[in-house]
């Protein structure tokens, strides 16, 4: 979700999460009439922090530059004593750019008193841990759980596989075998790999379809397609986790959020990530960079 808002939605979306975590002290702040919102997207009380969101559809330096400067300065007109910090959160996954974090160590220098941040994709991810359970299912959905795998079927099974079915292929020899120690080797989190350790237990199925299926070739045809796509979401410098949720989109298609069908695509992903090209080899020293 991180990486799909942009605009007006990602800055709901971060007020949401702000609503979730502090219920009582966080205020969301909206443009009025004439006024505008002077600056402040939203405001912590306790804290004395404004925010400012940023979220364009692609980052330029010379617009974040002058976005940093106009809105700090602004808001530090216009909310004067209330104004105890300031924050800039950002969509940018790979963080900032090295002068726009000089321009905000600028900004710190010349106003000690304030405390100046930046939130990007770490920050709202320490961010969603703090909410409440019921907060995360309702916006994130509600994750698989063991009982889910026990229905597992082929009906939900096939809706994934035909999801990414007619993604580009690469060539079937650039497919490499997978070792277990995988996990370790692309430094995938302890979450992805509970994860992937749940849709094991229901792989056969997977291996199932395959043998079964009237085209010998699809199970190749599946893996090639998840090739391609992890090549592409590397070429995009996302991170290990990252590159799994967005996996995990693309054979979910867009009927993802059924408890059943998540956990379908975990089987599936579990099965391809063993043998398939799905994040780097074992031997490959340079998978966690």
């Known amino acids: 979700m991180f990486l799909r808002k942009q605009g007006t939605a990602f800055q709901d979306f971060f007020a949401d999460m702000m609503d979730a975590v502090h219920p009582s002290d966080f205020e969301r702040v909206r443009?009025?009439?004439?006024?505008?919102?002077?600056?402040c997207d939203g405001y912590l009380r306790s804290r004395g922090l404004v925010f400012q969101v940023y979220a364009p559809r692609e980052m330029k330096l010379p617009a974040l530059k002058r976005k940093i400067s106009v809105d700090f300065n602004g808001a530090k007109k216009h909310w004067k004593k209330e104004m105890r910090g300031w924050v800039l959160v950002h969509n940018d996954a790979d963080g900032l750019p090295a002068e726009a974090v000089k321009l905000l160590e600028d900004l710190r220098t010349q106003n000690p008193d304030l405390s100046i941040d930046q939130w990007g994709c770490e920050q709202m991810q320490q961010l969603a841990l703090f909410m409440p359970r019921a907060s995360l299912i309702k916006h994130f959905g509600r994750p698989p759980t063991r009982k889910d795998f026990d229905v597992?079927?082929?009906?939900?099974?096939a809706e994934v596989l035909m999801t990414i079915r007619t993604a580009a292929p690469t060539p079937p020899d650039e497919i490499l075998p997978v070792s277990p120690t995988k996990l370790e080797a692309n430094a995938l989190s302890r979450t992805v790999a509970s994860y992937l350790q749940l849709g094991r237990e229901r792989d056969r199925l997977v291996e199932r379809y395959f043998e079964k299926h009237p085209n010998p070739l699809f199970g190749e045809e599946v893996a090639t397609a998840f090739h391609s796509e992890y090549l592409r979401l590397r070429a995009e410098r996302r991170r290990p986790d990252q590159v799994f949720a967005a996996l995990q989109s693309f054979a979910g298609g867009?009927?993802?959020?059924?408890a059943e069908h998540e956990a379908a695509v975990l089987a599936v992903l579990s099965y391809l990530f063993d043998r398939c090209d799905i994040f780097e080899p074992a031997d490959n020293k340079a998978a966690s960079s």
Request: glycine share 20%; net charge negative.
């Open 31 to 39: 443009p009025y009439g004439n006024h505008g919102d002077l600056k």
């Open 152 to 157: 597992l079927g082929f009906e939900s099974l």
């Open 254 to 258: 867009s009927t993802r959020g059924d």
